[in-house]
Structures are given as C-alpha cells and as structure tokens.
C-alpha cells in the first residue's frame, strides 16, 4: 500500500508552508486591524510578532546579506516601537473599551 505522503520530510515541510502561511495571514489581519483601530487588532499583533520572533531560531542557520539584516533588524525595531505606542501613549485609548455615553 502507497501512503499518500512519500515521506516524512515531506510532511514537515507541508506542515512549516501551512503554519508560515497562517502567521503571514494573522500577521496581515492584525496590521489592517491597527489601521482601522479594530481592538483585538493590538493583541493580535503582539502575538505574530512574540512567535515570529520566537520561532526564528527553528528555522535553523541562515546566509543574509547585510542589507537584508539591516532591514530586517529595522523591522523588528518599528514593531517594537509601535508595541509601545500601542500600549504606553494616548493611542491606547482608540483599542481600548468603548466607553458609554451617559
């Protein structure tokens, strides 16, 4: 009997694609979030970005050229900074509860 997956490694690799593209996606959706100051836009956002930085180093040794490092550094830099904005300036309160009007 054939298996339908010839292999092992061929599972995992279809098993990385789905899960990488599933943090692309929620990444993608959390990013428009924060423009259209959807609330669970900025838990959303915290999350990609802890297990994107988190499960970095699963991926195993890389080569990158020193333009690539540098834009991906800034890029991690920016995302910091906006998760502070999000949390400790006055933009909190655009994510925050609604409040009623009485």
Same mark, same amino acid.
């Given at each position: ?5 010839? /292999?092992?490694?061929l599972?995992?690799?279809?098993? *990385?694609v789905?899960?990488c $593209?599933?943090?692309?996606? &929620?990444? #993608?959706? +959390?990013?428009?979030?924060l ?14 970005r ?5 499960? /970095?180093?699963?991926?195993?040794p890389?080569v990158? *050229?020193?333009?690539?490092? $540098?834009?991906?550094d800034a &890029?991690? #830099?920016? +995302?910091?900074?906006?998760i502070g904005?999000l949390?400790?300036s006055?933009l909190?309160?655009?994510y ?5 009007a009485?």
């Amino acid at each position: 009997m054939r298996h339908r997956f010839p /292999s092992l490694h061929l599972q995992r690799e279809i098993g *990385s694609v789905l899960r990488c $593209l599933c943090l692309i996606s &929620a990444a #993608l959706t +959390a990013t428009i979030g924060l423009f259209f100051s959807w609330r669970p836009a900025r838990v959303l956002f915290v999350a990609t970005r802890t297990v994107g930085v988190v499960s /970095s180093p699963l991926f195993g040794p890389t080569v990158d *050229s020193g333009w690539g490092t $540098l834009f991906n550094d800034a &890029a991690v #830099l920016v +995302a910091g900074m906006i998760i502070g904005m999000l949390f400790f300036s006055q933009l909190r309160d655009l994510y925050g509860k609604p409040k009623l009007a009485a």
